[in-house]
């Protein structure tokens, strides 16, 4: 399967997180929810690798690898902060629309320190989505 598909899951899992997650922060402190669905996430990462990945690759990954993968967990965690309190306090589109504003983020961020180009037709899209995202947010 290519990755257009995978991306597809990826919508299609997290639009259903946003749902859960609302559900589920409406009647517990938004860190403590926080908390829960990331050891879930945790929990079922580590199964996961346990049942997919051959026992010759499990090496020790280069500092470089560790320190850049403990820093995008660190921001996927303060991101996970931020959605959750949003999430308790707003309504799930609009939240789930601004939040989707990421991926322009990303590709800004990704033409700038990974010297990644966006074709037109690229950048028109990621002008549609933040446009999308402010009409969601715009009350």
Do not use: Q
């Given at each position: ?5 995978w991306a597809l899951g ?14 589920g922060v409406a009647e ?11 050891s879930v996430a945790m ?97």
């Open positions: 399967m290519n990755w257009f598909y990826s919508a299609g899992f997290a639009a259903l997180t946003a749902l859960l997650a609302k559900v517990v402190n938004s860190n403590l929810a926080m908390a829960i669905r990331t929990l079922f990462s580590w199964m996961l690798a346990w049942a997919t990945v051959p026992a010759e690759e499990w090496v020790t990954p280069s500092s470089r690898s560790i320190t850049f993968l403990v820093l995008s967990g660190g921001a996927t965690g303060l991101s996970w902060m931020c959605y959750f309190h949003a999430l308790r306090i707003g309504p799930v589109a609009r939240v789930a629309a601004v939040d989707k504003l990421s991926v322009a983020l990303a590709a800004i961020l990704a033409v700038i320190f990974l010297s990644e180009r966006l074709d037109t037709r690229s950048v028109a899209g990621l002008v549609l989505m933040v446009a999308g995202a402010a009409l969601m947010a715009w009350k």
